[in-house]
């Protein structure tokens, strides 16, 4: 469900938004910026591990609201009339022109939970559908996966049964000798 979004390991945060948002800082983009895309990437993490399937043509019509949202803060003196015609002719242009390729453009829950299948197929025994937010990645380095929609695989990981079941042994997983059975 949504709330696996909001596991993983507290480093993760420090490292990888350090990594991530330092640069950006650094460009000039300031705090306004920072937190529109955090909560964007919580949203699309969310949606990624919603359990839903959304056609493509509504995923294109979101992505078209938000471009022709772009498009009217760009011309402030626009008038409300042309703001709803353009956000409204972008919405529908988007679905139509590219609600067909969104699946693979950008990632869904019907490819993401196969990121997290217990059993891994032969042809991706490191893993697959790494790409968090855009699935064209998994697509260019043929990390692609998705046989079916998935909803009654097996989730988990190889050992899940010897996985330490308390907070301290799980946080300190990575940095402790593993006794092997």
């Known amino acids: 469900?949504?709330?696996?979004?909001?596991?993983?390991?507290?480093?993760?945060?420090?490292?990888?938004?350090?990594?991530?948002?330092?640069?950006?800082?650094?460009?000039?983009y300031g705090i306004d910026d920072l937190f529109v895309m955090y909560i964007f990437q919580v949203a699309v993490g969310h949606y990624n591990h919603s359990?839903?399937?959304?056609?493509?043509?509504?995923?294109?019509?979101?992505?078209?609201?938000?471009?022709?949202?772009?498009?009217?803060?760009?011309?402030?003196?626009?008038?409300?009339?042309?703001?709803?015609g353009i956000i409204s002719g972008s919405t529908?242009?988007?679905?139509?022109?590219?609600?067909?390729?969104?699946?693979?453009?950008?990632?869904?829950?019907?490819?993401?939970?196969?990121?997290?299948a217990h059993d891994l197929p032969e042809t991706h025994q490191y893993g697959m559908n790494f790409g968090i937010t855009l699935a064209i990645w998994d697509y260019i380095f043929k990390t692609n996966y998705?046989?079916?929609?998935?909803?009654?695989?097996?989730?988990g990981f190889q050992g899940l049964d010897q996985y330490p079941t308390t907070f301290w042994k799980q946080l300190t997983f990575g940095w402790t000798k593993q006794e092997t059975k």
Request: net charge positive; glycine share 10%; hydrophobic share 45%.
């Open 1 to 28: 469900g949504f709330a696996a979004h909001l596991r993983y390991h507290w480093m993760e945060n420090v490292v990888y938004k350090t990594l991530q948002y330092l640069p950006l800082s650094m460009i000039g």
């Open 51 to 84: 359990n839903i399937t959304v056609n493509g043509r509504i995923t294109g019509g979101v992505l078209g609201v938000l471009i022709g949202w772009a498009i009217v803060s760009s011309y402030p003196d626009l008038g409300v009339l042309n703001n709803i």
């Open 92 to 116: 529908v242009l988007s679905a139509l022109i590219l609600g067909p390729f969104m699946k693979i453009i950008f990632n869904s829950p019907e490819m993401h939970i196969w990121h997290h």
């Open 146 to 155: 998705m046989p079916e929609s998935g909803r009654d695989i097996k989730l």
